[in-house]
């Protein structure tokens, strides 16, 4: 397409000088942009105008002094600030909800008046001739389209969705829309290469510590350098017990599919440490506080908005005080406040210059879902990190503090209330018509507001009210136990926001970490406390949390979160939270013109005429032999066999199917491929207990076709085989009594013995009552072993085959086999597709009063049942006999309370059907303890 240079200028809005090009091409005008000490090569477009109906131009006289922005002194003349007499040329273009314009001081008369007279004649000829034009093509040389992606962050719901689930339905024979696909696709490959390719290889850390606490209306009376200041064993200070240490046998293998984690494009080991400002700081002291209060103010006023900050002004002293020796580092960042909710920035002095953009937005859900006593506050902001020589690309930071509606029974009102605030919370944002050129000042600047969800990172500190749907009397039977922290796993299971989370009615996708620490709500602040402080009348519960989500490229760790039993003066504890953010430097100058030039590169592909071609490096994939929880990888390659680049996906055979099996995973599933390029695909195996129940009644031969289909291509077909192990594990408790041998014997899945064959326990659970009862004498060994899990799959191994387990030798320590053992007898009992003990009789369970009650309750058990239970419980009620030297009465008592913590909930585990309502964990022990104490 011809180009004819018309004229060049220097114009801004800002401090920095930017060069332009100015150009003229057929239909059109672009405005060109060469980042500053870039060759001509780095040039790129800021906008295109075609030369249509909608297009106009004018030509006036400066009527005021014009900043002069031209290239120098010597060659315009006049000097800044001097009068002078100039032309100003106006370019618009009016599109169906605005009028675009840019206003530019030219250099050259001479080429001013052949580009206005280029311009009249080539709208004449559009007029005249009445083009139905599409300038589609436009969008191969702007960079709206490519860089998108970078003007702001996308919304966290949408960008943590798999790429391949943003794709439209596709199975074999029906492609879905590939032209769509293909744009959905291109756009996350462009950028995510783009920051790839401006990425400097190092990266900065960023350490947040955030905290929340309901202060109940009180001003600050006591030191909260507890709360504020991490120490390097923070955990153990605050009653942090880590969540790696295990409190049951209970620990079962989780499904590995679902823990790979991806590297963040950029990202390495080298860090680029910020300097310290003082050489004493620790690696522990935070570059930024971010704290929030709940019921600053109680008063009456408190229902309405209020504007004093003098509560805040106490808070935000005694926040530098509690910060001791190294508060003198620390300034005041930001604050929003709404009535009794106040949400607070600290950052360290030396990190001041890389926080800006800072946005704050409030919103009240109290009283008439207005009024200020409840509701939110939350600040927005960016943080650039320090790097030499370079502008580097910014992360956007969002910090919520909320206060939700209280009560056990106003969950739905909680839910509700987390949808509306984060739909209410936005922040202003102003964006130029053209942030690059000079623009008259009769022109007014648009403003959007963005979402809170449109951050690099979310964070929520929050009193959320989420209670314990549990009996007050279970509730605090279960911490009273000793250790009470023990329980603290099932008191999470009847946990109000857990709950939440896992139906997705509320902080979907939001992680929490591991909670190991002591309910913060509610302490007593008078003599009516039980005997852990908490209040009588009010039952404990977990109302203050923080909660983050996070973009893929924004590697976050937390390393702590607790609560702070120190700081007293209010009915909450203080929770606080550690987090250590890995931010990727990336050259944003660099990153731009990356992700122009790979635009350009890859603009067309839906409209070639040349049809995209893959080859695969083999049309099959032998598995081998599939065994229940033994990961398997392999890996096969893809290559662009074509001259143009290529979008390829899997796809199921049949819309109402999934791609492929539940046991199998693919990555990716979807990539763009440019010609000569090549990637690998890994394919991962791992059958868990869902998929176990399945494939054990099935046929052994797996046989199945992934299909792999290219956009605006053909389909590729790649036969997958494997031999399913049959396993034990996650059987109904019917099948497995009538097995007439080990299950990896039998000859078809539909192998029994005859039914007027009595029934007995299963053979794999008396084995392994057999080996305890036989090698254990002090039942401490049942937990206290280190757990290895290749052991435990030996011992799967030796149950599905009727090998004989090993047996310890002489002088060897006998706890880590022992624990191995007890917990595979837990995960056997808890993979059965149905309960030992069925849901429609666990109410029936806890009625019962004594022992000669609970034993006649067996006549309602299932038979298979009724000897499952009869042998366990008699093995349990023998360990807990155990008597070693150092143990007393009451030490058995304990081991038999510590037996029935472990193994009630597994044999009545609870109808994850809902068709029977759950009951009480501390009934379900007692049940147990009938015949265990």
């Known amino acids: 397409m011809p180009e004819a240079e018309c004229f060049f200028w220097r114009t801004d809005t800002s401090t920095k000088l930017r060069p332009f090009n100015f150009m003229l091409t057929l239909r059109s005008v672009l405005i060109l942009k060469r980042t500053p000490d870039h060759s001509i090569e780095d040039l790129s477009v800021e906008v295109a105008y075609p030369i249509s109906g909608s297009f106009s131009f004018s030509v006036a006289q400066a009527r005021r002094p014009t900043l002069d922005l031209r290239a120098s002194v010597i060659e315009t003349g006049p000097t800044l600030g001097q009068s002078r007499s100039e032309l100003t040329l106006t370019i618009k273009y009016e599109l169906a909800t605005e009028t675009r314009s840019h206003t530019l001081i030219p250099r050259d008369t001479r080429k001013l008046q052949s580009f206005t007279a280029e311009c009249r004649r080539l709208k004449d000829i559009f007029t005249r001739n009445e083009f139905d034009a599409d300038f589609s093509w436009l969008s191969l040389y702007t960079q709206e389209n490519s860089l998108k992606s970078f003007s702001s962050p996308k919304d966290l719901r949408t960008v943590n969705i798999p790429l391949h689930a943003q794709l439209s339905p596709a199975s074999a024979g029906l492609p879905g829309d590939d032209a ?43 030191d909260l350098s507890p709360w504020l200041r991490p120490t390097k064993r923070d ?22 599919i679902d823990q790979q984690v991806t590297n963040s494009l950029g990202a390495s ?31 009456t006023e408190a229902l309405l908005y209020a504007s004093s900050t003098v509560k805040e002004d106490a808070w935000v002293e005694a926040i530098l005080a509690g910060l001791g020796e190294r508060g003198i580092l620390y300034e005041k960042l930001a604050s929003k406040q709404l009535v009794g909710m106040l949400i607070v920035a600290i950052a360290k002095k030396s990190r001041l210059s890389c926080f800006g953009d800072i946005k704050f937005s409030a919103a009240g859900a109290g009283i008439m879902g207005i009024m200020g006593n409840k509701g939110a506050t939350a600040i927005r902001m960016s943080y650039t990190p320090l790097a030499q020589e370079i502008s580097p690309s910014s992360i956007v ?31 202003d944002q102003t964006d130029e018509l053209d942030s690059n050129s000079y623009v008259n000042t009769a022109l007014e600047t648009s403003r959007r507001t963005v979402g809170l969800f449109e951050s690099d990172v979310l964070f929520w500190m929050v009193d959320l009210n989420y209670r314990i749907d549990l009996a007050d009397g279970d509730v605090r039977e279960l ?16 946990d109000q926001l857990k709950t939440a989370i896992a139906s997705g009615k509320a902080f979907a996708e939001f992680s929490e970490h591991a909670i190991t620490h002591m309910p913060s709500y509610r302490y007593a602040s008078n003599t009516s406390a039980g005997s852990l402080g908490y209040d009588r009348k009010r039952k404990p519960a977990w109302t203050d949390r923080i909660l983050h989500m996070s973009a893929p490229g924004v590697p976050v760790t937390q390393h702590s979160y607790c609560s702070h039993p120190q700081i007293t003066m209010s009915d909450h504890r203080p929770v606080s939270a550690d987090f250590d953010l890995n931010v990727s430097i990336v050259d944003k100058q660099r990153r731009e013109i990356a992700a122009s030039k790979l635009y350009r590169e890859l603009w067309g592909v839906e409209h070639s005429s040349k049809p995209p071609k893959i080859k695969l490096q083999s049309m099959t994939l032998d598995l081998g032999k599939v065994y229940y929880k033994r990961l398997i990888r392999q890996t096969f390659s893809i290559q662009n066999d074509g001259q143009i680049p290529c979008v390829y996906r899997f796809v199921a055979a049949d819309a109402a199917h999934p791609i492929c099996p539940q046991w199998l995973k693919i990555d990716p599933v979807v990539g763009l491929l440019r010609p000569g390029e090549s990637s690998t695909t890994t394919v991962t195996v791992f059958v868990d207990n869902s998929s176990a129940s399945r494939l054990n009644i099935a046929l052994p031969r797996l046989d199945f076709t992934l299909i792999l289909h290219t956009a605006l291509g053909k389909d590729h077909f790649i036969s997958v085989t494997g031999e399913y192990q049959y396993t034990c594990f996650a059987n109904k408790l019917t099948r497995l009594t009538r097995l007439p041998g080990p299950v990896r014997t039998l000859k078809s899945p539909n192998d029994r013995v005859p039914v007027r ?38 011992i799967r191994e030796c149950l599905d085959t009727g090998h004989q387990f090993p047996s310890p030798q002489p002088g060897e320590e006998r706890g880590p086999l022992a624990t191995a053992i007890t917990s595979t007898l837990v995960q056997l009992l808890d993979s059965l597709v149905d309960p030992v003990v069925p849901p429609y009789l666990h109410a029936r369970c806890l009625q019962m009063t004594s022992r000669d009650e609970a034993f006649e309750l067996l006549d309602e058990f299932p038979p298979e049942s009724v000897n499952v239970w009869i042998s366990l419980t008699a093995f349990l009620h023998y360990m807990s006999l155990q008597k070693p030297p150092s143990q007393s009465s009451t030490d058995r008592v304990d081991m038999a309370e510590r037996l029935a913590t472990v193994f009630a909930p597994v044999l009545l585990r609870d109808d994850s059907t809902g068709l029977h309502t759950p009951v009480s964990p501390i009934g379900k022990r007692k049940f147990l303890l009938h015949f265990v104490g």
């Not at 911490?479 to 009847?494: E, V």
């Not at 326990?761 to 206290?784: G, K, S």
Request: proline share 6%.
């Open 235 to 256: 955990s153990e200070s605050s009653g942090w017990i880590s969540p790696l240490k295990a409190i049951s046998p209970l620990d079962i293998l989780s499904n590995p």
């Open 269 to 299: 080991s080298a860090t680029l440490a910020h300097a310290n400002l003082n050489n004493n700081a620790t690696v522990s002291d935070p570059d930024l506080l971010v704290l929030g209060f709940q019921e600053l103010d109680l008063s």
């Open 397 to 427: 930071l969002t910090f919520v503090n909320a206060h939700l509606a209280a009560f056990d029974e106003m969950v739905e009102r909680r839910n509700f209330d987390f949808h509306d605030l984060s739909r209410r919370l936005v922040f």
């Open 757 to 794: 064959q009595p029934v007995n326990a299963p053979r794999e659970i008396v084995m392994l009552i057999n080996w305890l009862m036989t090698h254990v004498t002090d039942p401490n060994d049942l937990f206290n072993g280190p757990l290895e899990e290749s052991t435990c799959m030996n």
């Open 479 to 494: 911490l009273a136990s000793s250790p009470g922290t023990d329980n603290i796993p099932i008191l999470l299971k009847y």
């Open 180 to 222: 769509v696909d293909i744009s959905i696709v291109r756009e996350n490959w462009i950028y995510n290469k783009a920051i790839e390719e401006a990425s400097t290889g190092s990266s900065a850390r960023l350490l947040i510590r955030t905290g929340t606490f309901n202060v109940n209306g009180k001003m600050p009376s006591q």
